[in-house]
């Protein structure tokens, strides 16, 4: 058994292929681009985290945590083109820098690969992979456009803004973990106890994307702090806000939203310290990841095949950056 | 066994059923749109008429017929974004009816729920369909970046032309064909020849499409005859004209195509005449339709089980329409 830095590692090493055939070069270039951009490859990983977690690794775990890696790449090349993004880890977007066409292609091509890796497994679960594969790719579809459909709202609720977030990041982790799961071998109950771990993990990991772009330490968080004040994002701190405030403050948040003015970032601040969001925040964080660690607790394997995971848990929870 | 005709009532009749859920609407409203503008099905008939050239219908070969009737669309709705096609079938297409990112999105969750059909069939051939699905999605996909890169370039070659068009349109055809049989329980030779058949039987389709475009009867073919050439689209009565022509005939061709004068139909036609544009369209339609014949003759399987493909090829052979 391995850390998640292990098996990062492990993955990247893996990952490092040619992934598509070089002609036409029009189509599989713009690809190519994209997955040589990076990202902390985490999905993959959990794959990879949930085989291990109840048996040595099985072959069969490298085609899928491929699988996933290049599905989620795929949804950020075709979200990039609905976002109109510009930038993507600093570097110009596929649409950007080779035009929608063939971001939009590639990006299809790009799904279609992933189902190539999947179909190389053995055929013994192999429809249960696929069945968990598509209803996730189905979800993470779903979460994209309740996400597009919410930004021409002005109020959403909690309860929609976490359904949004569940659909659009967190169901892919914990379908990750619990396709790797399979791949180790896991029963149902375990499973589902392990793709709710996942879930979990990815709520709280959204919460404190959150949390850190409105009151991280930008030296420590990489990015310039308020960017989604700038962009009138929902966040949960917003959402937050909007349901706590009072009508004064609310009004002032919606005037906030309309304006670019230089101030903006720290008024909108403001409001979110005099609502506690700050404070609500990190305790939503924590019930998430204790929701999380509890189902990791209710998993029957042994407990010392659990620290990986558990370790990875409390770094989600500390991390600053 | 039954006839093209048959095949495609009993086709629509199963197709026509709810394909997603209801919401979020606004994902699935959109592909419930673009289904309902149907189309001719050729391919999901072209998998059921494979499956029946072998054997009695094997109720897999609806699961499969309907994920490559989704698939074509999910690859028409993209296409219409890329081209910035206004209408389809007359009506609005899907992102100028609902915008570009639910058109999109509803593109790829048309994909996905292409896979959820697949990933119904029996075990026993799941690995092979996936193998040549994936195979054909690709092969679509290269065809069209293929289409658009020739947009771009003033001449392209017969040899480059026809690959083209072979891998955005004829392979499904071939492997429609090909899966159903399949399911039919042919053999690796039989496939072979069955998908050569198909693959034929598309090039002879797409080269009768180009000519009565130019050289169809209006009334009975349902278009405006030359809308090719208004649209400056390279077909292969263009490609051959091109490559045929004096040096004269092509600086005339070349300058007809940065003009729309009122003549320039005319202009274009005549100047096909000269190069004999059109016997040399119809002997590559017979040549095509020929080889596609001499495949289904190879295929060792009764006659009287040929005689529903044969018909079919007879048809596409003489249609005017």
Redesign the interface.
């Known amino acids: 058994m391995k850390s998640f830095e292990e098996l990062t590692k492990d993955f990247l090493q893996n990952f490092d292929t040619r992934h598509f055939p070089s002609r ?1 070069a ?2 599989y270039e713009p690809a190519d681009y994209f997955l040589g951009l990076g990202g902390k490859r985490i999905r993959p990983v959990m794959c990879l985290m949930g085989n291990e977690l109840f048996d040595q690794m099985n072959p069969d775990a490298w085609q899928v945590s491929a699988a996933i890696e290049l599905f989620h790449n795929f949804t950020l090349i ?1 979200d990039d ?2 976002d109109k993004a510009p930038l993507r880890r600093n570097m110009p977007t596929v649409h950007e820098k080779f035009g ?3 971001a ?2 590639s990006g ?2 790009m ?3 992933a ?2 890796y999947i ?1 190389k497994i053995n ?1 013994s679960y ?2 249960k992979i ?2 968990i594969f ?1 209803k996730t ?2 979800e993470v ?2 979460g ?3 996400d ?2 919410f930004e021409k709202v002005e109020q959403i609720s909690f309860s929609e803004y976490l359904q949004m977030i569940e659909l659009k990041t967190s169901v892919l982790i914990g379908s990750s973990l619990q396709m790797g799961s399979i791949l180790g071998g896991a029963g149902d109950g375990n499973q589902r106890h392990l793709y709710e771990f996942g879930k979990n993990l990815g709520l709280a990991f959204q919460v404190q994307d959150d949390y850190l772009d409105a009151f991280g330490d930008p030296a420590k968080f990489g990015k310039q702090r308020g960017g989604d004040i700038v962009a009138n994002k929902k966040t949960f701190l917003f959402i937050r806000a909007m349901e706590t405030a009072t009508e004064q403050q609310r009004r002032e948040l919606k005037a906030l939203m309309k304006t670019n003015s230089v101030d903006k970032i720290e008024k909108v601040l403001r409001i979110f310290r005099e609502c506690r969001v700050d404070e609500w925040a990190n305790e939503l964080k924590e019930k998430f990841v204790t929701a999380a660690l509890q189902h990791l607790d209710d998993i029957a394997v042994l407990s010392v095949r659990k620290e990986p995971l558990q370790h990875l848990a409390g770094y989600f929870m500390k991390r600053d950056f």
């Open positions: 036409p029009s189509l075709h083109i609905m929608e066409p063939a939009l292609l299809d091509v799904l279609v690969t189902y190539e179909n055929s192999l429809h696929i069945h598509n790719a189905r579809c779903e994209q456009q309740l597009m459909d």
